[in-house]
């Protein structure tokens, strides 16, 4: 269990540094005009809901499974819902917080209480920050409880709390100005948390060769569907957000856009690969489990790189 443990924080630690490269990397192309500094804490946020979620989901695809034993220990599940909604939560409120001291015209330490309350629920951005950290904190408290408990919950609640807490803040975003335009975001964000999310909750919690068998293929099948849901959105953000195709180079939000869209040709050039080759030896029980959690944490800081950019992207004018 203290390996299972130590390997767990590694992964968490090198998906955290491959997503700081990537918002890095997007300060560098923004040049000489920066994305918000609140770039580094969103990333933090969006990456553990995203697998807060991705239990959700990974839980629903292990009961709707043909095998006929859980691959996914309950335990371990509840756990890391609490943990990662805990870190979600705290997130949310720093950058709430941060958020009201701009709105303020003041530092986060020398906010008042009152200043605080008035934002949080009189101006809707401030508003729809605290619904955010409010589900966090409601998904922490059903993690713990189902820990404690051992609970065999419906993981229903988890998915739709962690979906909609997910997509709050990128609906009002400039996409919402558009028809559909809220519409396609919430899809947008969906699909990259799931893509996301699923495998880090496998490299986190699948722990035998027979549990990989089982939930990979299936994972494989969600994930197709979820690079179409990120490549047709991502793109049709890109063209209503950008006025002109040499906007791509010329402005720090382009240059973003199109580091964005390498990446994810990377991930679904890997993906391609990871079908070809790990798949079939997985399926076939001829892979250990040390290395499917090192493929899978590969993948999973790959797509960390890409969220980084994404959580900078978001805050770029």
């Known amino acids: 269990m203290a390996a299972v443990g130590e390997r767990s924080v590694r992964l968490v630690l090198a998906a955290a540094a491959s997503a700081s490269v990537g918002v890095a990397a997007a300060f560098a192309l923004a040049y000489p005009t920066f994305p918000a500094g609140s770039s580094w804490l969103r990333v933090v946020a969006v990456a553990s809901g995203s697998v807060v979620l991705g239990f959700g989901v990974l839980a629903v695809l292990d009961v709707t499974s043909e095998s006929r034993r859980l691959a996914v220990d309950p335990l371990v599940m509840w756990r890391a819902i609490g943990f990662l909604s805990g870190l979600w939560a705290v997130a949310e409120f720093v950058l709430l917080a941060a958020a009201a001291a701009d709105t303020a015209g003041r530092s986060p330490t020398t906010l008042s209480p009152?200043?605080?309350?008035?934002?949080?629920?009189?101006?809707?951005?401030?508003?729809?920050?605290?619904?955010?950290?409010?589900?966090?904190?409601?998904?922490?408290?059903?993690?713990?409880?189902?820990?404690?408990r051992n609970a065999s919950w419906s993981p229903i609640p988890v998915i739709v709390l962690a979906s909609i807490a997910l997509v709050a803040r990128p609906i009002t975003g400039h996409m919402s100005q558009f028809a559909f335009g809220s519409i396609a975001v919430a899809v947008h964000v969906v699909c990259a948390s799931v893509w996301f999310g699923v495998l880090g909750a496998m490299a986190l919690s699948v722990r035998s060769k027979s549990a990989w068998a089982t939930l990979l293929p299936i994972y494989s099948r969600v994930a197709f569907w979820c690079v179409v849901g990120v490549a047709v959105t991502g793109v049709l953000d890109a063209v209503l957000k950008l006025e002109s195709v040499g906007a791509t180079v010329e402005t720090g939000y382009g240059r973003i856009v199109l580091a964005k869209l390498v990446v994810t040709v990377l991930l679904i050039a890997v993906a391609h690969r990871i079908r070809g080759t790990w798949l079939p030896t997985v399926s076939a029980h001829r892979s250990t489990v040390e290395h499917s959690v090192g493929r899978a944490a590969a993948h999973i800081c790959l797509l960390a790189v890409a969220f980084g950019l994404a959580a900078a992207l978001a805050t770029t004018a």
């Open 114 to 148: 009152s200043a605080f309350t008035t934002f949080a629920t009189s101006i809707s951005v401030g508003r729809l920050g605290a619904a955010t950290v409010v589900l966090a904190l409601v998904l922490c408290a059903i993690g713990v409880a189902g820990y404690r």
